[in-house]
């Protein structure tokens, strides 16, 4: 089992980026394969990127490619998301999730979640 805790939400201004941080808990984080979901109010959770254990192979959503990069170091348990160039309809709870896979397209693939961080961006 792993316990995720995310932080580096807040207010942005069109434009501008965001780090997004995700702590694991636990001693087999390298194992899981892990994801970053964002859901909008009224919305349903999407996938945003997800990466594999060891790093070597990410998955981007069509609306942030380009923009956005998932990353992970292991050695610290951490998964990264960076947010360049953000835009209005970034705006949402962002959730980061680990799973075994081997799927790993859709939230229900996922069964352990953090608790979520919100992100705004304003136009």
């Known amino acids: 089992q792993v316990q995720l805790v995310e932080s580096g939400g807040g207010l942005v201004q069109a434009g501008g980026s965001l780090r997004l941080s995700c702590a694991a808990s636990?001693?087999?984080?390298?194992?899981?394969?892990m994801g970053w979901f964002r859901q909008a109010p009224g919305k349903e959770r999407d996938l945003v990127a997800h990466?594999?254990?060891?790093?070597?192979?990410?998955i981007y959503g069509d609306s942030v490619k380009g923009r956005f990069t998932i990353s992970r170091d292991n050695a610290k348990n951490t998964v990264y998301l960076q947010m360049n160039s953000l835009k209005p309809e970034d705006t949402a709870v962002y959730f980061c999730a680990a799973s075994l896979g081997p799927v790993v397209s859709h939230a229900y693939d996922y069964p352990y979640w953090g608790q979520g961080t919100q992100v705004t961006v304003s136009s």
């Open positions: 636990g001693r087999t984080f390298s194992t899981y394969i």
């Open positions: 990466i594999s254990p060891h790093g070597r192979s990410t």
